[in-house]
């Protein structure tokens, strides 16, 4: 049967669709933080397909709450009520600071960001929408302006009037290291530091100044920063940095835009969203992946004021957006992470990870960098921590597949694939990190040997 679906994949599936491991995993059930193959084989998830399983896999209120919602009423569109839409719509503004009060609901990240676009460049008036260097912020051929991470878009040409900038990595340095193939510069900072305590903030203000003084930048429509970068491999800013970005931008007439896609929802244990760790108030806030546990369905939030700006348009229409099911399992989504204390899970459980994760940086030479906060944790592979060159690909790939035969699914991200990637559902345990660690640890002994 396996070797059926190989087929099947080979023949009607596109070539773009590619799966981890040499022998990808076909997954058949999925119990909160478990995952479980054909044969029975049970695997901790830590990767929580890709960030979005937020509460756990076929949670069961949230699957009872789907249920009901599938035996009542599927979908309306946006041109009826449904009483789904308007629970869903006063609850998911109630987490949100004034004036972030008006919601418009689409089915993806993407799809969210390219209206988060539309908006700042209907609000502003102006075309010129920066992101950082290492962003992902979709694949849509509008947001794959704004995605700037390797295999995205290396060969495509970039979205309309978007401007990249550098990417302010506490670990990397502003261009991502030596071997980053926009680098202008060659450079690899030797000695990191946390970013609460790093002293580069000002040097990378400068250079986020030369990009916004560029002709094309001058009439900035927006600004869009993931308060923690994901898919670049949890690329961390230094402390305070994102508050005098957002300052530079508005004094150039530009709207900020948080894309709290992988760190909102109460991801990263100290605050409900990712912008509120970097003391900020953006102007949109867009949201996807773990706002559904996995069922699609995304949303933009703003204000009132920028909301009507994008009456020029007269209509912005979405059919799925706001659908009765989806919007259900939001709101039962919502209810679990408060019920369950889900929120204060993943700081508690985050930090006493990333403690653990920080000894095997001690003990091993090619671990080169424990970074994140709450449940989005990044574990960088280095040749040596002097250099900073990553592990080869093939040594990362084999070190991710031997976790996989030992029971645990990790990620990958970075340019390079070089960071593992850990997001697990937030209602891990303390005893489930310590099977993740010790299986990591085997692995990365395993590898030396
Ligand atoms: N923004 C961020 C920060 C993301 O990580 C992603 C997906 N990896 C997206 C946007 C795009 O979301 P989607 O895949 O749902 O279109």
Redesign the pocket.
Known sequence: AYNRVLEIHKQHLSPVVTAYFQKPLLLHQGHMEWLFDAEGNRYLDFFSG??TVSVGHCHPKVNTIAQKQLGRLWHTSTVFFNPSIHEYAEKLSALLPEPLKVIFLT???????DLAMLMARAHTNNIDIISFRG??????PY?LGL?NVGPYKMQLPSGMGCQSTMCPDVFRGPWGGSHCRDSPVQTIRKCSCAPDCCQAKDQYIEQFKDTLNTSVAKSVAGFFA?PI???NGVVQYPKGFLKEAFELVRERGGVCIA?????GFGRLGSHFWGFQTHDVLPDIV?M??GIGNGF?M?AVVTSPEIAKSLAKCLLHFNTFGGNPVACAIGSAVLAVIKEENLQENSQEVGTYMLLKFAKLRDEFEIVGDIRGKGLMIGIEMVQDKMSRQPLSREEVNQIHEDCKNMGLLIGRGGIFSQTFRIAPSMCITKPEVDFAVDVLRSALTQHLE
Do not use: F, L
């Open positions: 890709i960030v089915n993806s990240g993407s799809e969210a960001n962003a992902y912020h979709g694949c849509s947001t995605t993931e970068q994901g898919v894309d709290e896609v992988q760190t867009t996807a992946k699609p995304a």
